[in-house]
Protein backbone atom coordinates (compact mmCIF):
# COMPACT_ATOMS: atom_id res chain seq x y z
CA UNK A 1 0.00 0.00 0.00
CA UNK A 2 1.32 3.38 -0.70
CA UNK A 3 0.79 6.44 1.49
CA UNK A 4 0.22 10.37 -0.54
CA UNK A 5 0.32 13.54 0.13
CA UNK A 6 -0.15 16.79 -1.29
CA UNK A 7 0.76 19.85 0.12
CA UNK A 8 2.39 23.11 -1.69
CA UNK A 9 -1.49 24.47 -2.72
CA UNK A 10 -2.55 27.77 -1.91
CA UNK A 11 -3.44 31.19 -3.14
CA UNK A 12 -2.04 33.10 -6.21
CA UNK A 13 -2.93 35.86 -8.87
CA UNK A 14 -3.45 35.20 -12.17
CA UNK A 15 -0.54 34.79 -14.06
CA UNK A 16 1.39 33.75 -10.98
CA UNK A 17 2.80 29.58 -10.12
CA UNK A 18 2.51 27.37 -7.72
CA UNK A 19 4.57 24.06 -7.11
CA UNK A 20 2.69 21.40 -5.54
CA UNK A 21 4.40 18.18 -4.27
CA UNK A 22 2.89 14.51 -3.35
CA UNK A 23 4.81 13.20 -0.91
CA UNK A 24 4.71 9.01 -1.14
CA UNK A 25 5.15 6.31 2.27
CA UNK A 26 4.72 2.53 1.94
CA UNK A 27 5.52 0.24 -0.46
CA UNK A 28 8.47 1.16 -3.22
CA UNK A 29 7.38 4.18 -4.98
CA UNK A 30 9.45 3.52 -8.20
CA UNK A 31 7.17 0.85 -8.75
CA UNK A 32 4.82 3.22 -9.25
CA UNK A 33 3.11 5.63 -11.66
CA UNK A 34 2.03 8.95 -10.42
CA UNK A 35 -0.80 10.96 -11.49
CA UNK A 36 -2.05 14.13 -10.86
CA UNK A 37 -5.92 15.34 -11.16
CA UNK A 38 -8.09 17.97 -10.17
CA UNK A 39 -11.56 18.59 -9.28
CA UNK A 40 -13.61 22.12 -9.16
CA UNK A 41 -16.50 22.95 -7.40
CA UNK A 42 -19.53 20.63 -9.03
CA UNK A 43 -16.91 18.76 -11.77
CA UNK A 44 -15.87 15.78 -12.18
CA UNK A 45 -12.71 14.81 -11.77
CA UNK A 46 -10.21 15.40 -14.39
CA UNK A 47 -6.57 14.33 -15.18
CA UNK A 48 -3.87 16.81 -15.04
CA UNK A 49 -0.43 15.14 -15.48
CA UNK A 50 1.35 11.56 -15.32
CA UNK A 51 4.84 10.31 -15.09
CA UNK A 52 6.23 6.85 -15.43
CA UNK A 53 7.96 4.80 -13.05
CA UNK A 54 11.15 6.04 -13.90
CA UNK A 55 9.99 9.41 -14.52
CA UNK A 56 11.36 8.50 -17.97
CA UNK A 57 7.54 9.59 -19.74
CA UNK A 58 5.01 11.96 -19.12
CA UNK A 59 1.79 13.22 -20.38
CA UNK A 60 -0.36 16.35 -19.79
CA UNK A 61 -3.97 17.16 -20.52
CA UNK A 62 -4.12 19.02 -24.23
CA UNK A 63 -5.17 22.01 -22.37
CA UNK A 64 -2.37 22.00 -19.66
CA UNK A 65 0.14 21.21 -21.93
CA UNK A 66 3.41 23.97 -21.73
CA UNK A 67 2.00 25.51 -17.90
CA UNK A 68 2.66 23.11 -16.12
CA UNK A 69 5.30 20.27 -15.67
CA UNK A 70 5.36 16.95 -14.01
CA UNK A 71 8.50 15.34 -12.00
CA UNK A 72 9.46 12.89 -9.61
CA UNK A 73 12.36 11.92 -7.44
CA UNK A 74 12.01 8.80 -6.50
CA UNK A 75 15.03 8.91 -4.31
CA UNK A 76 13.15 11.32 -1.97
CA UNK A 77 9.58 9.38 -2.66
CA UNK A 78 8.31 12.45 -4.25
CA UNK A 79 6.49 13.97 -7.30
CA UNK A 80 6.17 17.33 -8.11
CA UNK A 81 3.51 19.37 -10.52
CA UNK A 82 5.23 23.09 -11.56
CA UNK A 83 2.04 25.56 -12.80
CA UNK A 84 3.12 28.40 -14.30
CA UNK A 85 0.70 31.70 -16.07
CA UNK A 86 -2.38 29.97 -13.49
CA UNK A 87 -5.91 31.21 -14.29
CA UNK A 88 -8.62 31.76 -12.23
CA UNK A 89 -9.90 28.59 -14.04
CA UNK A 90 -7.03 26.39 -12.97
CA UNK A 91 -8.91 27.09 -9.55
CA UNK A 92 -9.81 22.98 -8.14
CA UNK A 93 -8.41 20.83 -5.33
CA UNK A 94 -5.32 18.84 -7.32
CA UNK A 95 -4.66 15.20 -6.32
CA UNK A 96 -1.85 13.08 -6.77
CA UNK A 97 -2.64 9.08 -7.41
CA UNK A 98 -0.66 5.99 -7.78
CA UNK A 99 -1.04 3.13 -9.53
CA UNK A 100 0.90 0.10 -9.60
CA UNK A 101 2.10 -0.25 -13.68
CA UNK A 102 4.08 0.88 -15.97
CA UNK A 103 1.75 2.55 -18.19
CA UNK A 104 0.72 6.13 -18.02
CA UNK A 105 -3.11 6.72 -17.68
CA UNK A 106 -5.37 9.47 -17.82
CA UNK A 107 -8.39 7.76 -16.12
CA UNK A 108 -9.36 8.16 -12.27
CA UNK A 109 -9.93 4.39 -12.36
CA UNK A 110 -6.68 3.02 -13.00
CA UNK A 111 -5.80 4.64 -9.97
CA UNK A 112 -4.89 2.54 -6.73
CA UNK A 113 -3.79 5.22 -4.59
CA UNK A 114 -5.06 8.52 -3.89
CA UNK A 115 -4.59 11.79 -1.53
CA UNK A 116 -6.55 13.99 0.30
CA UNK A 117 -5.84 16.91 -2.10
CA UNK A 118 -4.57 20.24 -1.75
CA UNK A 119 -6.56 23.49 -2.78
CA UNK A 120 -5.07 25.53 -5.44
CA UNK A 121 -7.28 29.16 -5.97
CA UNK A 122 -6.02 31.50 -8.49
CA UNK A 123 -8.07 34.70 -8.49
CA UNK A 124 -8.43 37.35 -11.69
Known amino acids: QVQLVESGGGLVQAGGSLRLSCAASGRTFSNYAVGWFRQAPGKERTFVAA????????TYADSLKGRFTISRDNAKNGVSLQMNSLKPEDTAVYYC?????????????????WGQGTQVTVSS
Open 97 to 113: AAKYSANLSYRTYDYNY
Open 51 to 58: ISRNGGAT
